[in-house]
């Protein structure tokens, strides 16, 4: 191997070549431990585990490029006869690269924890919001620790390196080796560029094992570059006529009467009967998944007061959210319009006076207001709902004397209850209806709350965070109970999002089940409601109930009515968008790739007239409600 060495590169480039192992061994560690991190043991089996070894080689390879080609730069640019100051600088700035690859390292573990996934857009996120990502860490992890782990584990990697290359550093370089190798290594990163693909990592039907062959450094840059996508220009799309024809058939029923014209989504909306002039109380509760509750067989006994208001209202046992994160719940619930790709429109540019169930409301006479626990500058949520006529509350309307705990994401649950509790107060004693929709933050890691309210720890895993949001919103109903709305008040809860991230399929159906319950002991009889549903359908469902009557912008539709007969979901995952129907799910892929499998084990599903249809609804929905975006129809006409 030394005379290899020696052949290939002259002394002091020899350092180039121990660079690269160190860097490629380390990944492979990192591979080897996400697998092992993930808690399924199958994933460890040759057939997933070697070919992302194998791939993941590919994407080591060339994301070194980029620290090793300045490097060499550096070592060939070194005069002849100063090689011990040339060995001593280089060590000085191997120092935090070593530091740097350890740190990105351990950030890959705890991105992994939470998201089941390699860096992506999500992190690119969260260079904007430091502050909550670092504060979060530092609450859910012994800081001092991962430090000093990461101290060590530099140093050792750094020393290991300085051992072993003490004798490499005499001797000059002929200026035409200089050069020539000179115009090597600065060809190496744009032959990088154009050698690698994320589609790569695609090599199997496994959602997870494809994840272990990524490259942290290559995913994050991908996910930087690529966070806004052009679903015309990337994926699948039909003519235009026969989209419309699509959608117009799916949103379409006997109570809403739908053409086929150019915006079918622009409709009347006809809904029989009185309207029921109710307060209105939506609560989206952070992270809470549909297997949390005894409802859906979970035996922990964590929900007893969601499972109350389950057996006393109006139960949606099959309700699908459509993303992983808040913001793509709030898009939902807020404008009923399916996960098109990229970012959710709550952080796009342009996303004000927009047609929104607030605007709705609005024009019936009541306030729309939007509750938040933490600041609402994260993620772009003052802008958005202010932007579209709601009045925007935050923690900053706390006083110190009003928060009995708060975290780094907010405030605990039932502070934020109580101040939406004095706030809608103060509308009921003004004679004005309300609208009010409640973001809660308690269920979120690092899973802290106040001390002697549930008999869990605060800080000791998700079951106590979930059990310290259930027992928040009891006493919010409570509270609501005691005042002179409550009879004319119509609540809704429902999750934005599960607590999973991706699994072994890309769209994991069942990562993305969420509960809904309606309640209002007045006006809501008890019940259960079976239908496959998508979270876009909250919006005009919960209109529905009230019997208002509007035009419209939705995409969704009424569950209670025109979902009976068309029962389907949408979700996506950032790049893959999916149409879940007939136990099949359709997922769009960038590059114009459309694949429908098995929901339930994720096989492919074959080409035939049930696919086909599933993939012309699918493109339907997706590619008009992304030109729906782009053209700006999704703008309310009477507030442009």
Request: proline share 5%; charged share 20%.
């Amino acid at each position: 191997m030394k005379k290899i060495l020696e052949r290939l590169l002259p002394h002091r480039l020899r350092i180039l070549w121990v660079l690269l192992i160190t860097y490629i061994a380390f990944n492979a560690v990192v591979r080897v431990g996400l697998a092992l991190y993930n808690g399924e043991l199958d994933s460890m089996v040759p057939q997933r585990l070697l070919p992302a070894l194998a791939i993941g080689l590919a994407f080591d390879i060339g994301t070194a490029m980029y620290f090793l080609a300045p490097i060499g730069l550096l070592l060939l640019a070194w005069p002849n006869g100063r090689e011990r100051g040339l060995r001593w600088t280089l060590l000085a700035l191997l120092l935090p690269l070593a530091v740097l690859l350890v740190f990105v390292g351990f950030a890959e573990f705890t991105f992994w924890n939470e998201f089941a996934s390699r860096f992506n857009f999500i992190a690119v996120d969260y260079l904007i919001y430091t502050n909550e990502v670092v504060g979060n860490i530092r609450e859910s992890y012994n800081l001092p620790l991962l430090l000093g782990g990461v101290g060590a584990i530099s140093l050792l990697i750094w020393w290991q390196i300085k051992r072993h290359t003490e004798a490499w550093w005499q001797g000059g370089l002929s200026p035409a080796r200089r050069i020539v190798t000179a115009l090597v290594l600065i060809a190496l990163p744009p032959l990088a560029t154009f050698s690698l693909d994320a589609r790569y990592k695609e090599f199997s039907a496994d959602a997870q094992a494809n994840e272990l062959a990524g490259n942290g450094y290559f995913d994050f840059w991908h996910a930087f570059w690529t966070n806004e996508i052009d679903y015309e220009r990337y994926y699948k799309t039909m003519p235009r006529t026969k989209a419309i024809a699509e959608l117009a058939t799916e949103i379409g029923g006997n109570r809403v009467p739908v053409t086929v014209t150019q915006k079918p989504y622009d409709r009347d909306v006809v809904n029989p009967g009185e309207p029921k002039k109710l307060n209105v109380v939506l609560v989206s509760i952070e992270s809470f998944s549909a297997e949390f509750m005894k409802a859906f067989g979970n035996q922990q006994g964590i929900t007893p007061n969601m499972d109350r208001l389950a057996g006393e209202g109006l139960l949606f046992t099959r309700l699908y959210a459509t993303g992983t994160r808040t913001v793509r719940g709030l898009e939902a619930l807020t404008l009923s319009v399916p996960p098109t790709p990229g970012h959710s429109i709550v952080k796009r540019p342009d996303n004000d006076k927009l047609f929104t169930i607030g605007e709705v409301f609005r024009e019936k006479g009541y306030e729309p207001l939007y509750f938040y626990g933490g600041y609402g500058y994260f993620d772009n949520m003052n802008a958005f709902f202010s932007g579209n006529g709601y009045t925007v509350i935050d923690r900053t309307a706390l006083q110190s004397a009003d928060i009995h705990f708060e975290n780094i994401w907010g405030v605990a649950d039932e502070d934020l209850y109580s101040l939406a509790v004095r706030e809608l107060d103060k509308r009921h004693q003004a004679g004005r209806p309300f609208f009010a929709h409640i973001m809660t933050t308690s269920n979120h890691r690092p899973f802290t709350y106040p001390d002697g309210r549930i008999d869990i720890p605060s800080k000791t895993g998700r079951e106590g965070g979930v059990k310290y949001t259930d027992w928040a919103i009891g006493r919010f109903v409570e509270q609501a109970r005691s005042k002179p709305w409550f009879d004319n008040t119509l609540f809704v809860f429902v999750a934005d999002h599960t607590h999973k991230g991706r699994g072994r399929q890309e769209l994991p159906v069942e990562n993305y089940h969420i509960p809904m319950v309606m309640y209002s002991p007045r006006h809501v009889a008890p019940g259960r409601v079976d239908t496959i549903a998508s979270q876009i359908d909250v919006p005009p469902t919960l209109l529905g109930m009230l019997n208002f009557s509007y035009r419209s912008r939705f995409f969704g539709h009424d569950i209670l009515r025109e979902g009976a007969s068309h029962p389907r979901a949408l979700m996506a995952n950032y790049q893959t968008v999916g149409y879940y129907e007939n136990g099949r799910v359709v997922e769009l892929k960038p590059n114009s790739r459309v694949r429908v499998v098995y929901a339930d084990s994720g096989k492919q599903a074959p080409m035939d007239d049930i696919s086909t249809y599933l993939i012309d609804e699918a493109i339907g929905y997706y590619q008009l409600a992304s030109e729906a975006y782009r053209r700006g129809d999704l703008k309310n006409a009477t507030r442009r």
